[in-house]
Every structure is written in C-alpha cells, then in structure tokens.
C-alpha cells in the first residue's frame, strides 16, 4: 500500500503554538481540506486558514457545552477505516463517511490546572475524552492516517511532506503512533493519579500518598555515555509527574561541560539533597555518594574553604552543592585551591562566576533557579522486579521534643553544633557518625557494617580537631564502644536517636567521660 496524500485534516489543540501556520502551509501548498472545532476553528479563521466546522462533517451541533462534538462515526469511521478493506470503504460510502487522512491534536491542560490549584469541578471538566479518542482511532490505523500530538513536529512533517508528493512516510506514521500511545498513558495517569489523591483512597491518608497502583510519567532526557561502569548502557528520563520540579536536578540549567554521566548525576542529586537542608550559606562536598566536606558560614567563600579543608584529598574530582548563588569570590577560592571539580551545582551562577570558568571547559556547572524545602516528596529505589516508595527524608526535629539522659546538659554553643552536625549525619550513608567543629565537618565515617568502625574512622579523620568538637550518630549506638571511640578522641557531646536496649550502658558511659548525650527519638538511615 503505498503512502495516502494528505487531502483531509482534522485539528483540535489546546495548545495553539504553531498551528495556524501548519494549517494554512496543508492547505495552501497540499490542498488539504481544513476541518476544525471550537477554539481552534475561531483562532484558524482568525489567522485566514479556510476551515471547514466540524458540526459540517457529522451534520450534528456541538452539545453539552462542547462535551460531545468529535465523538460521531463520520470522525472515527473517517480515521478507522481500512483504505484497503473493500467493505470498510463500501460501509463508509452507504453512510456518507469521507477519509480523514491527517490528525492534529493536542490535550486539554489537565496537569496545568491541577498545578494552578483549581477546584474539583475544574478539573473534572479538563479532563479529555474526544481529544484522546482522536489519537487513539488515528494511532491504530497509521498505516492510513498521520497523528501529530507536539507542536515542535509541525516543521519536520511538512519537510517531509514536501519530499514525498504530499505525503507522510510509514515508518514517520509509526514514530507518530508510538508517541500518541505515550501521550495518552501519561495523561490518564495523571488523572488516576489526580483522582486517587482526591478521593483519600482505601481508609487513610496513606493510601492517598501510596494507592493501589501507581504510574510513572517518565520522558528520556538523554542516552548516557555508559552507566556507572563502561560496559553498561544508561539514560536519563526526567519525571513528568514530579510534583517539586522547580529547582530540581532534573530540570537544572547546564551551562557549560561535558554532558553529565550516570555517576555525576548520582553525586550531584546527593550532593544537591544535602545541601538544602541548611538555612545559612552552605557548601557541600561529595565524592562517591559521600560528603566528603559540609560546612555552613555566613559567608559562602568561606563555607567552600571550610568544606575544603575537611577532606582535601577526598575533595579532588568531587562535585559540589551550594545554597546560595556562586559568585567570582567563590571561584576565585576554588581555582586558589586548585580543585578538580567534576560538576557544581548552585541556584544561579554570577555572570563573571561564568567567564571565569570558560577556561574550564570540562567542568559542569549547573544553576537550579532555586532552592526547593528539604524532602516534601516520595522517592522510588529499584530492587530486582519492583520499586521501593517511601516519604523523603527531612531533618525536621524540634530541639524542644529532645531528651537529655545524661548528667551534663550540652551548653547553648554544643547543641546548636549538634543540630548542624544531625543534619550533616543524615546525608552520609548509614552506619554513619559526623564530627563537627564551628558548623563544619572535620571527620566523616560512614557505609560500614558495624558503628563503632565508623567512629574509628572519623576519629582518625578528625585528629587532634576531635578536641571540643561534637558527634553525630544517624542511629543509637548497639554498644558503648562507639561512643568510648569519640570520647578517647575528645568529643565533648554527641547526638543520637536512642531507643537501644543497651541505652543505659552507652549513659553510663557519656556520664563516666563527662559527655553531654542528646537523643532525638528518630533516626536518619540512608541505606
């Protein structure tokens, strides 16, 4: 069967960019015969595009405020029929049904005016039902028909149109297919979505955050070089259905580098995570999931030197997070350090910031617009044959619901250090303990099978910087013996959520050294 021209066009979008322009090029250099609904009829003959109303096509008016017009068999027996069906082409002449060769359609905006806070019978009433039906009766029967759902297509269809004597190739009418089937299984998951949440599903509030079933709205942003090793093949999709996309990584600004890998994406969402969850100026520094450097400052220059300084080695060929717009001082600190840095992101970069780093052509640099709440959204791990849906995790504790169990009570200074040093624990995977000094980490452990080589290591990092400094500890302490690590170090006062059955060891141990132990009554794993 060889390609159909294209002499009948049925358009109908919400979203207008564009069409009067494609419309009248079907028209004026193909012939075709322009049939259209409601607004997109009024803004077609605006714009001199001849168009033929829709109520001409089905001989029956548009009713219930627009609810019903395209759902008639003189559109869908136009769009279904077989062209190589002898019956199909009989059935469709006895019944006066011409050929629609060409479908323009785009959705109504249910997602926007959800997003826009409009009330329950709003919504219901964008939700789509002859739009959809359109592209699916045009999808199913590509061989015949051409669907265009996206605006940004108009061109490269015309294009081909004018290579091919005024038609669309199949493989073209597939592509188009494949994305109209994509298109309408995001937009019913939208609004499943939608209604799931409305209609407080099952018995509480939970089953509202996590119903019975769940779709994922993802669309590939780009193929990745490799995956987190160069024999594996990666991508990534950006979610459609991310409720906090405003200043998120996904929809970040990259300026300048290389495109990012897999592992780069990975540290920068680590990195980006950890560093919302300070309310001062902050530098965050991650090398392999880890944060190798936290520091909060009033200034931000001195914030990144203080990261630095925690971990220089570990430092080199890391990425970094900051909270507040990099300026030229804070390259200008970077460069004095002579830091390979893989990617850094921020809320917005200094044009000089920008300059500066052009010489750098490698590096990555990547501006958020802003800086979204810590947590407030559910995040999805995979496990082999499903997905893991939880709550994100957010240091939201308040300091007044604290105990103290022990015989010293921390002064004001250590228990604003311990809240800093809570909030760094929370990013280092588990067992994890941070030591903390003026708002900074001087000694990170984390990622091991047991707490107290945790503590080694963080001891060990710290040195002779543990003196007077403070610890944190993501969950209690089995035994005494991580809390003995800090103390012999000089860790004058540690926090932790408690709840062990040794608890009264691991007091009376804080009691024996003269440290002050504050539980939280939660515990941040990050497995």
Not at 318 to 327: L, Y
């Amino acid at each position: 069967m060889s390609d159909p021209q294209i002499k009948r066009v049925l358009v109908s979008v919400t979203d207008k960019t564009g069409v009067a322009e494609f419309a009248r090029a079907l028209a004026d250099e193909f012939g075709a015969e322009i049939i259209s609904t409601g607004g997109t009829a009024r803004a077609l003959k605006e714009a001199g595009v001849p168009v033929t109303p829709i109520d001409d096509v089905t001989q029956f008016p548009e009713m219930m405020d627009g609810r019903v017009k395209t759902l008639h068999p003189r559109v869908h027996g136009g769009l279904l029929a077989k062209r190589d069906n002898p019956d199909h082409m009989a059935q469709a002449a006895e019944h006066g049904i011409q050929m629609i060769d060409m479908v323009v359609v785009n959705l109504y905006a249910f997602e926007k005016t959800v997003d826009a806070g409009a009330d329950f019978g709003t919504c219901i009433e964008n939700i789509d039902i002859g739009g959809p039906s359109m592209l699916r009766s045009a999808a199913k029967n590509f061989e015949s028909v051409a669907v265009v759902t996206r605006p940004e297509t108009y061109d490269d269809i015309l294009a081909e149109m004018r290579a091919n004597g005024g038609a669309t190739t199949r493989k073209t009418r597939a592509r188009l297919a494949l994305d109209v089937f994509r298109t309408t299984a995001a937009y019913d998951g939208a609004i499943a979505a939608w209604m799931g949440a409305q209609l407080d599903e099952g018995d509480g509030a939970a089953d509202a955050t996590f119903p019975e079933s769940r779709a994922l709205r993802l669309t590939k942003v780009q193929d990745l070089r490799y995956g987190e090793n160069p024999h594996q093949t990666a991508a990534f999709y950006r979610r459609d259905d991310y409720g906090h996309a405003a200043h998120s990584l996904a929809h970040a600004h990259q300026h300048q580098g290389k495109e990012l890998s897999y592992n780069n994406y990975l540290d920068l969402d680590a990195a980006w995570t950890a560093v919302r969850e300070f309310d001062g100026p902050a530098c965050v520094i991650v090398k392999h999931l880890t944060p190798c450097g936290v520091c909060q400052d009033d200034d931000l220059v001195a914030a990144y030197q203080r990261a630095h300084a925690c971990d220089p080695v570990s430092a080199y060929g890391g990425v970094m997070a900051f909270n507040r717009p990099v300026t030229s001082d804070v390259v200008v600190a970077i460069f004095d350090n002579k830091q390979f840095v893989e990617a850094i992101i921020a809320p917005e970069f200094a044009g000089d910031a920008l300059d500066m780093y052009k010489a750098k052509k490698n590096a990555r640099l990547l501006s958020t617009g802003g800086v979204n709440p810590a947590g407030g959204e559910v995040e999805y791990r995979a496990v082999e044959g499903g997905l893991l849906v939880q709550d994100s995790d957010a240091v939201a504790e308040d300091p007044a619901t604290f105990t103290v169990p022990t015989k010293r009570q921390p002064s004001p200074e250590e228990l604003e250090e311990l809240l800093f040093a809570w909030k760094v624990c929370k990013s280092i995977k588990s067992n994890a303990i941070a030591i903390t000094k003026n708002r900074a980490t001087i000694g990170v452990g984390g990622g091991q099978p047991n707490r107290v080589n945790s503590a080694r290591i963080a001891v060990e990092q710290a040195g002779e910087e543990a003196k007077g400094a403070v610890a944190a500890s993501d969950a209690f302490f089995p035994f005494r013996d991580g809390l003995d690590a800090l103390a012999a170090a000089g860790v004058t006062a540690v926090i932790e959520p408690g709840g062990s059955i040794r608890d009264e060891e691991v007091i009376a141990a804080a009691d024996e050294q003269g440290i002050a132990l504050v539980f939280t009554g939660h515990r941040h794993f990050r497995h």
